[in-house]
């Protein structure tokens, strides 16, 4: 299993951002996915996770609104799109694996990328 | 606020026995995973379910649960166990997830 996360950069506030999360060896379309953030120095905070159909979805009260997570099977890719950036969504973002039955389920984030670093300056 | 509570910091001495704790109302009904970050690495899960560990991860590494409070004990802790250590489990809904704030365990 890999995964491998791409997307961030320098952004001004107010712009948009859209990271990718590229995975492997596994059968991408049967696994809920899942994104984490770390503001530096700072501890994960859950973003937001998507079904392996990619019709159900849920996001952290910090980000609703304002985030987007979506999915490509046939690419085997995970997608954040971040909107109106502010400077609190600074922080490495990470994808993860979680399991077949999600929310449903009692699996862990059992793969993690090793992240892309967002960050929000004028 | 987090809806999972940790500890900030832990000491242990070198072979000694710790353990890190999380409190949440979700841990009634809810396992808690336990995450091990060390510096500049990605977090790597470590303990899942009722006490069930990932291949590679050390048997030192164990979890209990008692009502709102889910533990991992590292028996006989290693200088390379030194990292903050994350629980995370449901939040106020099942669909809804968080982490703890996190523990620095320090091995001396």
Redesign the interface.
């Known amino acids: 299993v890999q995964l491998v996360e791409s997307g961030g950069g320098l952004v001004k506030p107010g712009g948009s951002l859209r990271l990718s999360c590229a995975a492997s060896g596994f059968s991408f379309s049967d696994y809920y996915m ?1 994104w ?1 953030r770390q503001a530096p120095g700072k ?4 973003v937001g ?1 998507i079904s392996g159909d990619g019709n159900t979805l ?1 996001y ?1 009260d910090s980000v609703k609104g304002r985030l987007t997570v979506s999915r490509d099977n046939a690419k085997n890719s995970l997608y954040l799109q971040i909107n109106s950036l502010r400077a609190e969504d600074t922080a490495l973002y ?1 994808c993860a694996r979680w399991g077949p039955r999600g ?2 389920g ?5 793969y ?4 892309t670093l967002v960050a929000v300056s004028s | 606020s ?1 809806e999972l509570t940790q500890d900030p910091g832990v000491t242990v001495a070198l072979g000694q026995t710790v353990s890190i704790t999380c409190q949440g109302d979700s841990l009634r009904s ?2 808690a ?1 336990w ?1 091990q ?1 060390k510096p500049g690495q ?4 470590v303990l ?2 009722r006490n069930n560990r ?1 291949s590679g991860i050390p048997d030192r590494f164990s979890g209990s649960s008692s009502g709102n409070t889910s533990s991992l004990t590292i028996t006989g802790a290693q200088a390379e166990d030194e990292a ?1 250590y ?1 629980c ?1 489990s ?1 939040g106020r809904s ?9 523990t620095k365990l320090t091995v001396l």
Do not use: C, K
């Open positions: 899942t984490i501890g994960l905070e859950w996770y849920a952290g990470y929310y449903s009692y699996d862990p984030f059992d993690w990328g090793q992240g | 987090s809810y396992y995973s995450y970050q990605a977090p790597v899960l899942y379910g990932p903050a994350y995370q449901r099942i669909n809804h997830l968080v982490f703890g704030g996190g």
